[in-house]
């Protein structure tokens, strides 16, 4: 007769087992619509040998609540979004555009002339136009041969 010998598990394998029933059950907790929070705003930013464009998504701010500030290499965009105002007999629904004030810093990828920098605002859009300091831009070295 063929008995087979029992081994038990080893103690690795019952980590793993716990582990496995730890996470099944913190996922349990965890609510499933939980986003992390885009940033705001959102901003797509363009390098050439002149400068830097960086374009800013602010829908519903006027333009004389947008402040942009250039220190060193340091962008940064700030402002304030007030509440959109309802009457008080109404109930919000949904809200999922939010409201107060905001802030987002952006290092650039050289040093801008900050006397030249010009923004302008169109459909919701900002667009700032950062020129670069003569002294960081590329200089063409010419090669001479002997």
Not at 31 to 44: G, I, L
Not at 63 to 75: C, F, M, Q
Request: hydrophobic share 35%; with cysteine; aromatic share 8%.
């Amino acid at each position: 007769m063929y008995y087979r010998r029992y081994r038990a598990p080893s103690i690795w394998q019952e980590v793993e087992r716990l582990q496995r029933e730890m996470n099944r059950l913190l996922e349990s907790f965890q609510p499933r619509r939980v986003q992390p929070a885009p940033s705001f705003p959102a901003m797509n930013l363009w390098v050439s040998d002149e400068g830097i464009v960086v374009t800013a998504e602010v829908p519903g701010i006027k333009p004389e609540d947008i402040d942009v500030s250039v220190v060193n290499d340091l962008l940064t965009i700030s402002g304030e979004r007030l509440p959109e105002q309802v009457g008080e007999e109404v109930r919000y629904h949904r809200r999922e555009r939010g409201c107060g004030k905001f802030a987002r810093s952006i290092q650039l990828p050289f040093a801008v002339d900050a006397n030249k920098v010009e923004a302008s605002f169109e459909n919701g859009v900002i667009t700032i136009n950062l020129p670069r300091k003569e002294e960081e831009k590329p200089k063409k070295i010419k090669v001479v041969a002997k």
